[in-house]
Each structure stands twice: as structure tokens, then as C-alpha cells.
């Protein structure tokens, strides 16, 4: 052991030991609900992907088989999710949340957000800044040590209905959008199919391990310019850098099409989203509220100019 490591390690724990006793992990239940963390991180994640499988779920949380069989029984009992036989395998099954762990979830989300508002809020925003950035530092140095590395490959058949639902479930449950947001997406997604350039439009999908974590698309736009549409990062692969990997690589292309530009339009409230669309270069151009998502929003213009 290197004569600086009993320090790091040192630092390491005690910054545990701060972080857990101001969220309250080592309380006997969580966020004042009826649930301990473990329960709580369970039904988010089935919530995050619904007809995910025991096995499945075991390996995105890391919690031991048993453990977790006995959590998701008691989620059952509580009407929180619930079980259907597997379409594809007989043995199997898959596991999918009830309206009453829907409304739960939303509940703790919420609950979730002003016990981190109360954290951050006091601080000025340059400090919040400095704060989220090193947190992503800290997700994204210890995450390539664990997960599996992630690749980008062009589209194919599929990816378009998994882009249509990964929007429209995301921003739902993060950000209240209705089916009018989804409906917006499968119109993009379907004018995407129906007149694709391959010499001047592209899509990008994000895959780790075999499964989808990300997208991104550039379409021609008005004029000299492409158009960036339809960011995402999956929640599993966010602090991983992997917006701005998929934003640089729509830069890349547009300048090597030709293109004089990039433009795109985003929600003032996206703020991770702005946060790398300014770290590529954007400026934000222009500014409006709308109501086109069902309630009241400022949509932007940013523009990139090579």
C-alpha cells in the first residue's frame, strides 16, 4: 500500500460518514416514508425500468438475491408492484409497478428533491456549481473502474420505439410531461426514418454491456445549419460524461457534412442538459415561454457557429 493511501481511504470514509448522516441513510426508515433506502432504491429502479426481471434487477442494484427477493415481497404484499410470467421465458418473470407504487414513488421523488434542495439551496450558485461538477468527477473516476465501457453505433431497427419510450417514461417521471411530449418525439423520430441523409443526418445509440443508455440525433436544419435533437442519457450512465460524448460527436459530424452550424432547442429547467451544451460551445440565442408540454415552460434556441 502506497503511503498516501491510508489517507484517501481515510477521506473517503469520513466524507461517508458525512453525506449518509446529513441524507439520513442510517435511519430505520428513509425520507420520513415507510420504507428503509434499500426498499426505496428497489422501487425506483423498477419504476425506472418496467418488466425488468429479478435477475435483472439484482444486477442493477447490486443487492444480494436474497435480500432482494425479500424486498420485492414485501413491495408485492404492500400493492407497490407487481409480477407477470415472462412472454418470452415461462420460468421467468417480470416486475412492473402498480398505479399506488407509481403515485409512491412520485411521493418519495419529491420528498427526495426538497431534502436536496434543503442541502444546496443556501449555497450561492457558484457553489452549487462547483459542487454538481465535482460530483460527476467523483461518479465518473469510480464508475471506469466498475461498469463496462460504453460504446456509440448508428441505429437500426427498434431503436426508434426505444427512443419514443425512454423520452416519454424519463421525463414523465422527472419532469411531469405528458403524452404531448411523447407524441412531439415519435413525430421527430418518424420524420428522422422517413427522410434520412446518411451523408448529412445521424443517430447516435449509446450501449453498455447490451443495453441502450443513451441517444442523440443531427438532422439538417434551417439554412447553413444542423439541428441537435432528442439528448438522453439514461439515469444508470449519467456523471459519466456521456452528453458531452454524444454532443462532441454531433459537432464532429456537423463540421465534417459541411455544415456552417449547429442549433438546437431545449427547456430552460434542463439544466444538466445546458450545462453541456455550454461546456460544447453553445450560446444560448433565444428565449420563450410556451405551454406546448402542458404547462408553462421557457423554451431556448442555443447555436453553435463554426
Not at 207 to 236: N, Q
Not at 248 to 264: Q, S
Request: aromatic share 8%.
Amino acid at each position: 500500500m502506497s503511503t498516501a493511501l491510508p489517507a484517501q481511504i481515510a477521506a473517503v470514509r469520513r466524507f461517508n460518514r458525512f453525506y449518509t448522516r446529513r441524507i439520513g441513510v442510517l435511519d430505520r426508515t428513509f425520507l420520513g416514508g415507510p420504507y428503509a433506502l434499500a426498499e426505496i432504491r428497489t422501487l425506483y429502479e423498477v419504476s425506472q425500468c418496467e418488466g425488468v426481471t429479478p435477475k435483472a434487477l439484482a444486477e442493477r442494484t447490486g443487492l444480494d438475491p436474497g435480500y432482494l427477493s425479500r424486498i420485492l415481497a414485501r413491495l408485492e404484499r404492500d400493492g407497490m408492484i407487481r409480477r407477470e410470467r415472462s412472454p418470452d421465458d415461462g420460468r421467468s418473470v417480470t416486475l412492473w409497478t402498480t398505479p399506488a407504487g407509481r403515485r409512491t414513488q412520485g411521493e418519495l421523488n419529491e420528498r427526495s428533491n426538497e431534502q436536496v434542495e434543503g442541502l444546496i439551496a443556501p449555497l450561492p450558485q457558484a457553489a452549487r456549481a462547483r459542487l454538481t461538477e465535482a460530483m460527476a468527477d467523483v461518479e465518473g473516476l469510480l464508475a471506469a473502474r466498475s461498469g463496462g465501457e460504453i460504446t456509440l453505433r448508428s441505429h437500426r431497427v427498434g431503436d426508434m420505439g426505444w427512443v419514443t419510450w425512454r423520452h416519454a417514461v424519463l421525463y414523465a417521471r422527472e419532469h411531469g410531461w405528458d403524452e404531448r411530449f411523447e407524441a412531439m418525439v415519435a413525430r421527430i423520430v418518424a420524420d428522422f426514418i422517413a427522410h434520412f441523409d446518411p451523408v448529412r443526418e445521424r443517430c447516435w445509440i449509446a450501449e453498455r454491456e447490451g443495453e441502450i443508455v443513451g441517444s442523440v440525433f443531427l438532422v439538417k436544419g434551417d439554412g447553413d445549419e444542423a439541428k441537435l435533437r432528442l439528448l438522453l442519457t439514461e439515469p444508470s450512465a449519467r456523471g459519466l460524461g456521456l452528453g458531452r460524448r454524444l454532443v462532441a460527436e454531433c459537432v464532429d459530424f456537423a463540421r465534417e457534412a459541411g455544415y456552417a452550424g449547429v442549433t438546437l432547442w431545449t427547456q430552460s429547467i434542463l439544466t444538466a442538459a445546458r450545462s453541456v451544451y455550454t461546456r460544447a460551445g453553445f450560446r444560448l440565442t433565444a428565449s420563450e415561454p410556451h405551454r406546448l408540454l402542458g404547462e408553462e415552460l421557457v423554451g431556448e434556441t442555443w447555436k453553435l457557429r463554426f
